[in-house]
């Protein structure tokens, strides 16, 4: 009877693990929890024995916890009136008192028990739909349909590879026998390891910049390509944890096996001036410490980096631990060349990427060539006028002048500004002028004069410092121009090793500097710089350089100046002589009809040459390949990776007390945590080869369900776990924690196979369903929870990019090798690294390579990638991210546009009518034909299009334009009118939203 009766009370107590827990730890914990640090009267009530010391099962009468709660007086009131803790209200103390009187039954959080596999029904036929169905039943909710089988298609496309189905794929998928051969194809193929390796480099915060101030480049894609390979290989997740744990303990002689370790190197290098190197080393470890507790144990470790964890049984001591097994790395805590632990690694691409490069240069070579060619003509025709005109370096007419910081700056008649006296260490001089009959310009001459004693500047050994120049229309906001290149009468040396040429001028870094220092140059010195694109000026418009002296130098800025323009291109910005125009004119009035020198004639040449837009769209194709191709031929050579290697001598590790890095405690060895259910490790001296092998072992409670957690919220946008870094004590437990665990368990029995799980969970009619659903059924579950419905949502960024390219035939299929850089608007590095760095897109087909390999700056994502991960830290979570600038980026980047182009231009070459190319284009880019309602529409469309560019033939021809990043601009004869009509209807149907969601 007793037996009876405890049965029964337990039948009809509250659920500890969803509703009675969750209650303790948001009230109670904070005092009364894990944390010893804030701990009061001793009293833990996230274990069994302090709760049922306060709560005392059965009995209310006794439990003094609960005669707290109710208290009235305030002196003894739980939680206290002043912890800012929220009291329990009656629905709340309701629950706790039928939990008390049905005898506190007690349950060790589930996460922290292995998994182990439910029961199934003798008959199941899948076992995730069979536990799906168990859920279903109990909620009294029914499963929905099957989703159509071109949705089914489509669906398992972005799935399983990141890219949408073809035509004949859709078609081939209405057949059962054929959807599962294609299944197994898809789980085969490089692109659907590609689309893991997604997921993985997430995770992995990898980038190609080690991040910070100065962001410096990295090599480590060969890494990026080594996971492709073991996900293409099927390689076992257990397998993958180790080696890239301890591949250089696993096999120090196996290149591979160590490259595998740069998934622990992959964390930002911090190389900003002034800061310990010690302190950023401390960083890097605790990053590793952090990294692996999201991404194997689903705990959120770094809360007990500076005390014992709030929630979850985890000390700030065992955190120290677990830090020592990383805190041996050979690393100095550097940034860029000093960062090591390094391997050379030496990549095996294939030669056809680099052949490919090659062919397209030599293409844009010859094409280069024709153009010159053709413009050689005209040259001669207009040659012995090319000396009239602007020539040479002009002054402008100076309309004022102002220190930024409140030097009194004089504007003497002939042209020079003059500084007064000094009142700070650094400064900024704007000088506004009026460029008088120039309508554009396309460098200026900077001419620094010292005084009377010899002196340019205050500074104690008289020296200058130009840290930037600065060219830019006046009163408006817009970024100032470019510069191409600079020259000067003499380049010195400064203290700081980029300070002294010309070149250091180039941007606004005050680092780096042009200065005379050492050079022995008396008298005045001139500096040119040239526009990479010459500004356009309009007429009455005022124009402003500024002169940046921002050197640590004090003092270092010029006492006088004058700044002279020229419109000339070719080399008359780039040199110091006389420009070819002036050079002309000097030549006409000594010789007359002479023939011209052929140096001179080559100058005049190259500056016409330059003002030929033909030739300058020529010549940036070629330089951009030429590019390129240094690129592919530097990758195939070693490549510093950085990877784990342990020190000779191990360092001492210690618990840091407040987290502060050197704020040295007690010492530590090196342990993983006792209390989450995990089997102890099995050597007393451990390495990171037992750190892996314990987080894989087959009882660990975590790993296997926090992994199969991912997977699962990669398949179906949501995980079985709304959190997927936190499985701990405050995550909000699963609706389906029967098939999480049976997952995680048939995970580990069949050897931590990846693609058996994938398959087992696409292979349900639970991921097969449609999501579509009735408004009642959403009220019921809002975000579908139950899974009695598939998910809908937008795809990530990268996917709708590779999408576009796919669905247009523009896709390069090329696997692994060096970053490429996809088209980015103009500017998007230079305001950022003040003129350091400048995004130049690769030019010819590689720029359309799958988004995996595109080059990823950690301080600028790539502005294509509107919703991804930032990279500088571990990311398991999906971000989810909607305004309407992402909807300006499909619309209107450069990629989209080549897309939409290429898929107008195929249909414009197929024969039929407007239906049957509309209806093409659709099932390119929907996977489906159109609905008559939808096709009368297009069609509508179609011809209001054609309407608007029969009137404008020039903006038809402008829509047809090739890319400047085709490595030759030819195109057939097209019909421009027709072209750039089904472009804009492929434009409309790749912005629809069925386009961009995943149904």
Not at 326 to 331: G, K, L, P, V
Not at 556 to 577: C, N, Q
């Amino acid at each position: 009877m007793l037996a009876a009766m405890i049965l029964a009370q337990t039948a009809a107590a509250p659920d500890f693990a969803r509703e009675v827990r969750p209650l303790l730890a948001e009230r109670c914990f904070p005092c009364h929890g894990p944390d010893e640090a804030t701990r009061e009267a001793e009293l833990r009530l996230d274990t069994i024995e302090g709760a049922h010391a306060a709560f005392v099962p059965g009995d209310l009468d006794a439990s003094e916890a609960w005669a707290r709660i109710r208290s009235e007086f305030e002196f003894e009131q739980m939680p206290p009136p002043d912890s800012h803790v929220a009291p329990l209200d009656e629905e709340e103390q309701a629950l706790l008192r039928s939990w008390i009187e049905a005898g506190a039954p007690w349950r060790t959080h589930w996460s922290f028990t292995p998994p182990r596999k439910a029961a199934l029904p003798d008959r199941a036929s899948h076992p995730i739909d069979a536990l799906v169905a168990r859920v279903l039943e109990a909620e009294g909710v029914a499963a929905a349909e099957p989703a159509a089988r071109p949705t089914l298609a489509r669906r398992l496309s972005f799935d399983l590879r990141g890219l949408p189905p073809t035509p004949e794929e859709v078609a081939a998928a209405e057949d059962d026998a054929a959807l599962e051969r294609w299944i197994e194809d898809m789980l085969a193929s490089t692109a659907h390891a590609e689309r893991l390796a997604h997921w993985w480099l997430d995770a992995a915060r990898y980038a190609d910049t080690d991040g910070f101030q100065q962001d410096a480049t990295r090599q480590n894609w060969p890494w990026r390509d080594w996971v492709v390979r073991a996900f293409r290989e099927n390689m076992p997740l257990d397998r993958f944890t180790e080696l890239q744990f301890a591949g250089d303990l696993i096999a120090p002689d196996d290149a591979d096996a160590v490259l595998a370790t740069c998934f622990h190197r992959n964390h930002m290098h911090n190389g900003e001036g002034g800061r310990d190197p010690e302190e950023s080393r401390v960083d890097y470890v605790r990053d590793r410490v952090n990294t692996v507790g999201a991404v194997w144990l689903g705990l959120t470790l770094d809360c007990a980096q500076c005390h014992d964890h709030k929630y979850d049984p985890l000390s700030q001591t065992e955190y120290y631990a677990l830090s020592a097994f990383f805190d041996s790395i050979d690393e100095s805590g550097q940034a860029g060349g000093s960062a090591g632990p390094f391997l050379d690694y030496l990549p095996d691409l294939p030669a056809a990427p680099l052949e490919t490069a090659r062919t397209e240069l030599e293409a844009s070579r010859s094409w280069r060539i024709r153009v010159e060619e053709a413009a050689r003509g005209p040259y001669l025709e207009q040659r012995e006028n090319a000396a009239d005109g602007p020539r040479g370096f002009l002054r402008p007419r100076l309309l004022g002048a102002h220190s930024i910081e409140g030097h009194e700056l004089e504007v003497a008649e002939d042209g020079v500004v003059e500084r007064r006296a000094p009142r700070s260490a650094q400064d900024e001089y704007v000088v506004r002028f009026d460029p008088g009959d120039l309508t554009r310009v396309t460098g200026i001459e900077v001419t620094l004069l010292p005084d009377e004693g010899g002196a340019f500047s205050d500074a104690a050994d008289g020296h200058f410092v130009l840290t930037g120049v600065k060219l830019a229309r006046s009163g408006q906001e817009a970024p100032p121009a470019g510069w191409a290149g600079a020259v000067a009468d003499a380049a010195g040396r400064g203290e700081d090793r980029e300070i002294g040429p010309a070149a250091g001028a180039l941007d606004d870094d005050p680092r780096k500097g042009w200065t005379l220092r050492e050079s022995g140059w008396e008298g005045p010195a001139r500096i040119r710089l040239a526009l990479e694109e010459p500004m356009g000026v309009s007429a009455g418009e005022a124009l402003e350089v500024t002169l940046l002296f921002r050197s640590n130098v004090v003092g270092s800025y010029a006492k006088r100046a004058r700044i002279a323009l020229t419109a000339e291109k070719g080399d008359a910005p780039r040199t110091l002589g006389p420009t070819p125009r002036e050079a002309l004119a000097e030549h006409l009035e000594e010789a007359g009809d002479a023939p011209l020198p052929d140096e001179l004639d080559a100058r005049l040449f190259r500056q016409f040459l330059d003002d030929d837009p033909a030739w300058t769209d020529a010549d940036r194709r070629v330089r951009g390949l030429e590019q390129h191709v240094r690129d592919q031929e530097q990758g195939r050579g070693a490549r510093r990776v950085t990877v784990l290697r342990e020190r000779t001598e191990p360092r001492t590790t210690a618990v840091l007390e407040r987290g502060v890095w050197n704020a040295r405690g007690a010492p530590v060895g090196r342990a993983v945590p006792a209390s989450i259910g995990a089997p102890a490790l099995a050597t007393d001296a451990p390495t990171r080869l037992d750190l892996a092998r314990w987080l894989t072992a087959p009882d660990h409670p975590l790993t296997a369900r926090v992994l199969v957690n991912q997977v699962w919220q990669m398949l179906l946008g949501r995980g079985l776990v709304d959190t997927p870094a936190d499985l701990g004590t405050q995550c909000a437990p699963p609706v389906h924690e029967e098939l999480l665990d049976w997952l995680a368990a048939d995970l580990v029995e069949n050897g931590w196979d990846l693609r058996r799980l994938v398959r087992l969970i696409v292979t349900s009619d639970t991921y097969r369903r449609t999501s579509r659903s009735t408004e009642a059924e959403r009220a019921r579950d809002p975000e579908g929870r139950l899974l009695a419905r598939a998910p809908r949502f937008r795809l990530p960024s990268w996917m709708i990019r590779d999408a576009a390219l796919s669905a247009s035939g523009l896709l390069d299929p090329t696997t692994g090798g060096p970053p490429v850089f996809p088209h980015q608007p103009p500017g998007v590095w230079e305001e950022m690294f003040m003129g350091r760095m400048r995004y130049r897109p690769t030019v010819g087909s590689a720029r359309h390579r799958r988004s995996l390999y595109a080059f990823w700056r950690r301080n600028v994502t790539p502005t294509f990638f509107f919703d991804s991960a930032d990279r500088r830290t571990c990311s398991v979570a999906r971000r989810m991210t909607n305004t309407p600038l992402q909807a300006l980026t499909l619309l209107n980047d450069r990629t989209f546009a080549e897309a939409a182009q290429a898929l107008g231009e195929g249909a414009a070459g197929t024969p039929g009518s407007d239906s049957e190319r509309i209806q093409g284009l659709a099932r390119r880019v929907l996977s489906r034909e159109l609905a008559d309602a939808e096709l009368a529409a297009v069609e509508s469309a179609l011809e209001r299009l054609r309407s608007i560019y029969e009137r404008d033939p020039a903006a038809a021809r402008a829509a047809t334009a090739p890319s400047p990043l085709e490595p030759v601009p030819a195109r057939s004869e097209l019909d421009h009118v027709e072209v750039a009509s089904l472009t804009a209807v492929a434009a409309m149907l790749l912005n629809t939203d069925e386009a961009i969601t995943r149904e």
